[in-house]
Structures are given as C-alpha cells and as structure tokens.
Nanobody, 113 residues
C-alpha cells in the first residue's frame, strides 16, 4: 500500500527527493511519516506531516529536509539537501491506520564523503 522510490547514492552536500505513493488508503486524512534505519541501528523517526500540514522534524535533519504531500497524487515526498554521510540509511514511509502500522518497502540512500 506504500511504494517508496527515489533513493540512490550522492556525494556529501548533494540532494535527493524521495517519493512514497499510497494506494488503498484514504490519503488526505492521515498523518504520514518518514523513518530511517542505518546499518546496525534502530529505525528512527525523521519527519511527520499531519493531514492539515503540520510538520515535525528530528533535530538532525532540521533545515535540510522537507516533507510534503500531494493529496491529489496520493504521494508523500521527502526533499533532502545538504546531505551528510550520517544520513546514509534505508528510508521508509509509514502510516498508522487504526491499530496497524504500514510501511513502505524502504529505499536506500547512500551519502559518500
């Protein structure tokens, strides 16, 4: 139900945009998130956007990452700029529907120094 794309390898200081297309979900009324998981580390919340556009960001990405959504295209975005090697991780889109958590399949972002 969540299909993520847009990952890749960039040099430090570069930019990437991730996309996450939702299907089978009432997209416009839900809060969506981006998480990331670096090798041998826990999955952590990067940013969230509510249905009315309110956003939160982890301190580590504030000012560099921007979450957005297109309710018509049912797509969540993550614009990442000024990327650092420590941003290297698998990035997952996420939504909670009732008692269930839904995750995209993950997209790898690798930032080389």
């Amino acid at each position: 139900q969540l299909q993520a794309s847009g990952g890749g390898e960039v040099q430090s200081g570069g930019s990437l945009r991730l996309s996450c297309r939702a299907s089978g979900i009432n997209f416009s009324i839900n809060t969506f998130d981006w998480y990331r998981q670096a090798p041998a580390q826990e999955r952590v919340l990067v940013t969230s956007m509510t249905s009315d556009g309110r956003t939160t960001y982890a301190d580590s990405v504030k000012g560099r990452f921007t979450i957005s959504r297109d309710n018509i295209r049912r797509t969540l975005y993550l614009e990442m700029s000024s990327l650092k090697p420590e941003d290297t991780a698998v990035y997952y889109c996420h939504v909670v529907l009732g008692p269930r958590h839904y995750w995209g399949q993950g997209t790898q972002v690798t930032v080389s120094s």
